[in-house]
């Protein structure tokens, strides 16, 4: 199931962004938050499961975004305003992708029920949480995550509560 998610992760990425590898967030600036933006479950917070924790290189395992406590049938809201940018299925998994400008926030796993290119503000239904494709079974869990082209970043970044990652200095 673990690798089903890495691969699952992986073809999101190259679903949404461009066909650069991915890495993980130490070499971009934070994002700023914004009052625009909300945990994407009920109003929040949301209880993580799973934190953000990037692979040290693109083909590593790691979490390259949160998970976060849900039910099945659960809305899964909009984090913020944007544009559709995929609404479908990978690998039988229901995924949504927002572009906010740079950014783009990633949902799985959803019943899908919102179409490519169309706008959403923060707290449209983008969905409801499935059990098919959860990155903690046998519970319900959304995995949220935050890209800027092809980087993930922490989805907390959105809400202001990142976690500050030091890395020594002699790279």
């Not at 700023?32 to 929040?44: D, E, F, I, T």
């Not at 395992?61 to 544009?83: K, M, Q, Y």
Request: net charge positive; glycine share 12%.
């Amino acid at each position: 199931m673990r690798l089903l998610a890495i691969a699952s992760a992986t073809l999101l990425a190259l679903a949404v962004a461009s066909a650069q590898p991915a890495t993980g967030s130490r070499s971009m600036p934070p994002v700023a938050p914004s009052v625009g933006w909300s945990w994407p479950l009920r109003p929040g917070p949301d209880r993580i499961v799973k934190d953000f924790d990037p692979p040290a290189r693109p083909w590593l395992a790691g979490n390259r975004g949160l998970d976060l406590l849900g039910a099945p049938g659960e809305p899964v809201f909009a984090a913020g305003a944007g544009v559709v940018s995929f609404a479908g299925q990978i690998d039988r998994i229901g995924v949504v992708s927002v572009a906010t400008g740079a950014l783009r926030t990633t949902y799985e796993p959803l019943q899908v029920q919102v179409r490519t290119g169309q706008r959403v503000t923060r707290r449209t239904v983008l969905g409801r949480l499935t059990l098919t494709g959860s990155h903690c079974p046998p519970g319900a869990c959304l995995h949220w995550g935050l890209l800027r082209g092809p980087l993930y970043l922490d989805p907390l970044a959105l809400l202001g509560l990142e976690q500050v990652r030091l890395l020594p200095l002699d790279g």
